[in-house]
């Protein structure tokens, strides 16, 4: 067998195995394995606060109104925090970078961290508020998944242009 038939198959046969990889992630993409039963992070935490807690209409109402709140102080924070990073980032244009407003800008970004997680403690706590008596058993097993459902969310999507 020449080198060039040889090639050819070998070629042929990555497109396959790659065309087949295709097909197995796009016939999967509908199917959520996530391993805690749980959906991914964006999919429906409230929901599913609203169901683990057995909230009745009226707790989910008073529910909604925390969350709007929450979200919309979340998003100020995150947006103060995009700023410095901002400007932490942009000091290093220069050839020898401010290392004390650095350290200043980074004292700031951790400030709003602590803020932001603050606001997350605060906002579990005004929904446990919400129990009644009898639902805090529940609270207190949602507390476990608090992390997974709440914690990190990986890196930033790619900035575009």
Sequence with gaps: MNRTKLLT???IGLLILN???LCILFLN???NDHPTGMPPRGEGPKKIIIEKLHFDPSQVSSYE???DVHKKRT???NDTSKILHKELYTLLNTAH???SKANELIRSIADKQMEVDHLNFNHFS???NLCKPEQIEYFNSLTEDLAELFGHKGPPPPHHK
């Design 75 to 77: 998003r100020e924070l």
């Design 65 to 67: 109104l925390l969350i």
């Design 19 to 21: 065309l087949g990889i």
């Design 126 to 128: 005004d929904i446990k």
């Design 97 to 99: 970078p401010d290392t």
């Design 9 to 11: 198959i070998v070629i």
């Design 29 to 31: 993409k509908g199917h």
